[in-house]
Structure formats: structure tokens, C-alpha cells
């Protein structure tokens, strides 16, 4: 195997951990929301947080039949934040959050968005919220209440539906008409100007396009009953729910028809990735209940690097490890990261203990103490043993912390009686295997402890 691939797959298995969200039953958990370490110390932003994802979660549960809510969500706080009362974080980092607060995009200001790559139906990146939205309750006049808007956001990250409305492009012709962009068509609105004087005047046309021009805005009546859609306009307080097909303006030239082509209903129910589950839900026989927040912090990472220079290893195997690990040190390991070194064969040993990674001569004195011979048997349990042992050296516990095990994965001992208490120890443990023969043992460790995209990858190579 070509040894760039062992440090792109490396990269990956480290920057990545699964900690996606999950439907369980009718409730979403392992829902992550990161505060940004750019983001000062402001315990309120928390009490908002909460807020918002707890009015969110009813808005949602009427929006989809009673079917779903939010059940659990943890807010992760940066390192520098003072507070007593925060947890240890385990697997949740800003970088995998799926909604981060963060200071603003240039490109958007403080408006509330969500980062979309993908197609109709995929999955988004993260939703991006500002301090500034959270606190600043004027935001709440402009856009609508924040658990509305979070509802509007969750349905682009979580089942990749687009916006109906489109700023670019605000009207269109439809049967000689004007019409203003939006879905449902149910909902009235009026095209009017604003002169400098407060006052409402008939919009200018374009004699090119014979649409109104740029100054041409859309009014709407806030007492309309039409109830959709969520994703033209979630502020309006008769707007409870995504626009159906039966309803939907396939005329509208906004992205959710020039990406799906079809209602947002029907793609949430069809070819989002929670299809299955809300075609098969019932209904709850009740409100839900609010959600239950936790509140975390990672402090400093630490992690223990775990190398197999067994006789398996000999020849490229070794040499792919030293190029991975080298890898690791110098270009991936963030500075004031803690890390150690453990290596295994017969017996295993410790070439570093937790080092604080503070220069770039700590990184290269890491590298020189890094294994060039293999030998020995496979005693997979005495090299788990040992890297937890050095991940106990900070503060007594490996909650959290991380184990970055490189090995052919062919183990001559019983690794099934060590699994167990290396799942139980809390540490995050990522398996990168040179060989397809890897031992199974391998895999429930890394499913056990949130990392089984990471093994899916590494026993592929």
C-alpha cells in the first residue's frame, strides 16, 4: 500500500470521530452543540442554547406529525471557559459538532445558516449560529422566534432540503403574473415600494425583464392561516409545517426546486436519512418531554499512540508505521496536545510518556524514539494495558482521552479478555490496521468507544 494513503487515511481517522446524530425512537440524541473557542465567556449564551432547542423541539414535533423531538443535546464550551459545573468532554470536539456557534461570516453576518455540499436529501455539514444572534433579542423581530429558525436549519442539515424563498431572485412570471417567490402559493403577499418618506408607493417594473425592480418588496399579512412552509418563512406564526406536494410551487425558482424539484415534505419522507424511521414512526400519544442538556469541556487533548512491532510487522508493515506515526507527530497532533508512545510485541514497553507537545524540536525528539525492528509474538492485551496506563498519568482516568492503535491486527493472546475493560476505561479508541485479517476484537473496540467509521476505513487497507 502506498504510504500517502496511510497518512490521508490517518488524517481522516483522527479528525473524524462518529459522533453524528442519531433518531432513537422519536427522539434525536447525540445532538452536539459547539460553542467556539473564538466565542468569549458568556454563561448566557448556554441558558439560550437550552431555550432555543427546547421551543425547537415542540415546533418540531407539530411539524412532523408528532412523530419526532429533540431528546438529548450536549453543549460543548471551550477549554478557556471558567465553570465548575462544566463535564468532561469525551468524543465531542468543535471541529465534529454538527451545530457551532462561532463568530460571524463575513458572507453572512449574524444571520443563522447551514453549510450544504451535498444533494437534495444529503445530509449538511454544521449550522452556524453567532453569539450576537443568541443574545441580541432584535434578531428575534427579523427572522422569527430562534427555536423556529433552529427547526428551519435543522431541516437542511439533517435532511437536505433548500430554501423556498431566494433572495436573488424575489419574483417571476407564472401565467402572465407576477408572482413572488415562496411556497405555498396559498400564502397572499403584496409588492410594494418604500420611498424615503416611510410611505407605500407601486413598484417599478423593469422594462427588460418586466419584473419590479430591485427596490420592489414583498409584504406579507403575519395573521395569514396557510401553515407552510417552514422553509420560505418559519417567522410567520401561522407557518407550522414543510410544504407538501399537494401545495408546492414547482414554478418558484428557488433552490429547492432547482435542487430537489419536489415538496420539501417529500423529500423528508422519502429521501432524507431518516426516511425509514419517520415512514414507520407513530405518533406520540403526547407532548414529548423538554430535552435534557449536558454541559462539557475538553480541556487538553491526550493521546497515546499504541505500535505493534511484532515479528507480523516486519518489513513495509513497519515501515508504514513509522511513516504513519512520523506523520501523526509532525503534521497532525495539535500544539499543547498531550502524547505518549507504547510499544508492544512479547512484552510492551513505554518509549514516551505523556509529553506536552510545545515545539516543533518535542515532535522531532517524539519521531527519533519511533521503532525501525519488529520481533516477537502479538500480545495485544499488555499493549492496551500499557497505553492506558500512560493516558492515567494526567488526572487518574482515561475518560476521554485517546488511543491510536497501529497493527497488523493478527493478535496471538486473548484479546477478548481485555476488550472489555478498555471499553469501560472511557478512552476514545481509533484502530488503524495493515492487513485485512484484522481481529474482530479490533472492530468492537472501535464501535464501542464511537469509532467504527475509523476502523471501517483502516481494516479496508
Not at 430535552?291 to 499512540?305: D, E, H, N, T, W
Request: hydrophobic letters at 35%; charged letters at 20%; proline letters at 4%.
Amino acid at each position: 500500500m502506498d504510504s500517502r494513503m496511510v497518512f490521508v487515511l490517518l488524517w481522516m481517522l483522527l479528525l473524524s470521530t462518529s459522533t453524528g446524530i442519531k433518531l432513537d425512537g422519536n427522539g434525536y440524541v447525540d445532538v452536539v452543540i459547539a460553542i467556539s473557542s473564538n466565542v468569549p465567556q458568556d454563561n448566557r449564551l448556554i441558558d439560550k442554547i437550552k431555550e432555543m432547542v427546547t421551543e425547537g423541539s415542540l415546533y418540531l414535533y407539530h411539524a412532523l406529525d408528532e412523530k419526532v423531538y429533540f431528546r438529548e443535546a450536549t453543549i460543548l464550551v471551550p477549554p478557556q471557559w471558567n465553570g465548575t459545573n462544566f463535564t468532561k468532554a469525551r468524543t465531542e470536539s468543535f471541529g465534529k459538532a454538527k451545530i457551532r456557534i462561532d463568530n460571524a461570516n463575513p458572507s453572512y453576518g449574524f444571520e443563522p445558516y447551514t453549510k450544504q455540499y451535498g444533494e437534495c436529501g444529503a445530509e449538511g455539514e454544521y449550522i452556524h449560529f453567532t453569539p450576537e444572534y443568541l443574545l441580541n433579542d432584535t434578531f428575534i423581530e427579523l427572522y422569527g422566534s430562534r427555536g423556529r429558525i433552529f427547526v428551519h436549519e435543522w431541516a437542511h442539515l439533517r435532511w437536505g432540503v433548500f430554501d423556498e424563498c431566494n433572495g436573488e431572485k424575489p419574483f417571476y412570471h407564472s401565467n402572465g403574473r407576477i408572482e413572488a417567490t415562496r411556497c405555498s402559493k396559498n400564502i397572499k403577499v403584496e409588492f410594494y415600494e418604500v420611498t424615503a418618506g416611510g410611505s407605500l408607493q407601486q413598484c417599478s417594473i423593469d422594462p427588460q425583464t418586466l419584473l419590479p425592480t430591485e427596490g420592489c418588496k414583498i409584504f406579507l399579512n403575519r395573521n395569514e392561516i396557510t401553515n407552510s412552509s417552514i422553509m420560505f418563512l418559519p417567522g410567520l406564526d401561522a407557518v407550522t409545517t414543510f410544504c407538501h406536494e399537494n401545495e408546492h410551487n414547482y414554478e418558484a425558482p428557488n433552490m429547492q426546486n432547482k435542487k430537489c424539484g419536489k415538496a420539501t415534505w417529500t423529500v423528508i419522507f422519502e429521501d432524507s436519512v431518516d426516511k425509514d424511521a419517520l415512514r414507520s414512526l407513530k405518533p406520540l400519544q403526547s407532548p414529548p418531554p423538554p430535552p435534557s442538556f449536558k454541559v462539557v469541556q475538553r480541556k487538553q487533548r491526550v493521546v497515546c499512540l499504541i505500535l505493534d512491532v511484532s515479528g507480523s510487522m516486519e518489513g513495509s508493515r513497519i515501515l508504514q508505521l513509522q511513516q504513519a506515526a512520523t506523520h501523526f507527530l509532525r503534521h497532525i497532533i495539535e500544539d499543547q496536545a498531550r502524547v505518549g508512545i507504547v510499544t508492544f510485541s512479547t512484552l510492551a514497553s513505554t518509549l514516551s510518556p505523556l509529553t506536552t507537545i510545545d515545539s516543533d524540536t518535542t515532535r522531532e525528539n517524539l519521531i527519533k524514539l519511533l521503532p525501525k525492528v519488529a520481533g516477537g509474538s502479538t500480545n495485544m492485551c499488555l499493549g492496551l494495558s500499557q497505553g492506558l496506563q500512560i493516558l492515567r498519568e494526567d488526572n487518574g482516568d482515561a475518560l476521554g482521552d485517546e488511543i491510536v492503535f497501529l497493527t497488523d491486527g493478527q493478535a496471538t493472546d486473548n484479546i477478548t479478555g481485555c476488550v472489555q475493560s478498555a471499553v469501560q476505561s472511557g478512552a476514545i479508541i481509533h484502530t488503524l490496521a495493515f492487513s485485512d485479517r484484522a481481529a474482530c476484537e479490533l472492530t468492537e473496540m472501535a464501535i464501542k468507544t464511537d469509532c467504527w467509521e475509523q476502523n471501517q476505513l483502516c481494516n479496508n487497507l
